[in-house]
Nanobody
Framework: QVQLVESGGGLVLAGGSLRLSCAAS????????MGWFRQAPGKEREFVAA????????YYADSVKGRFTMSRDNAKNTVYLQMNSLKPEDTAVYYC?????????????????WGQGTQVTVSS
């Protein structure tokens, strides 16, 4: 069992930055691949980024590549999403999720555990 709690969301001007954190409970956190997803009003949840249990290699949606950076600290049971050069279209609720297998990074159905989400609003 893994419980996830996101933090770090807020309101920021376009071009600004935010750093999201996702704190996990459970001794098996380090064995899970982790992902970030987001959902904007009226839209489906979409993949943002993922990182394997080892922290080696990261995967990004084309829409955020070069602007967002995902990392993890297994000693702190935490994953991060550094978001730079934010755009109004990045506005969404951001969720972190845990995947025990880490094979299909962008498939939300493969993730077993989800946080409650944190709101990110980017104003123009």
């Amino acid at each position: 069992q893994v419980q996830l709690v996101e933090s770090g969301g807020g309101l920021v001007l376009a071009g600004g930055s935010l750093r999201l954190s996702c704190a996990a409970s459970g001794r098996t956190f380090s064995s899970y691949a982790m992902g970030w997803f987001r959902q904007a009003p009226g839209k489906e949840r979409e993949f943002v980024a993922a990182i394997p249990w080892s922290g080696v290699g990261t995967y990004y949606a084309d829409s955020v590549k070069g602007r967002f950076t995902m990392s993890r600290d297994n000693a702190k049971n935490t994953v991060y999403l550094q978001m730079n050069s934010l755009k109004p279209e990045d506005t969404a609720v951001y969720y972190c999720a845990a995947d025990p297998y880490g094979t299909r990074w962008s498939v939300s159905g493969d993730y077993d555990y989800w946080g409650q989400g944190t709101q990110v609003t980017v104003s123009s």
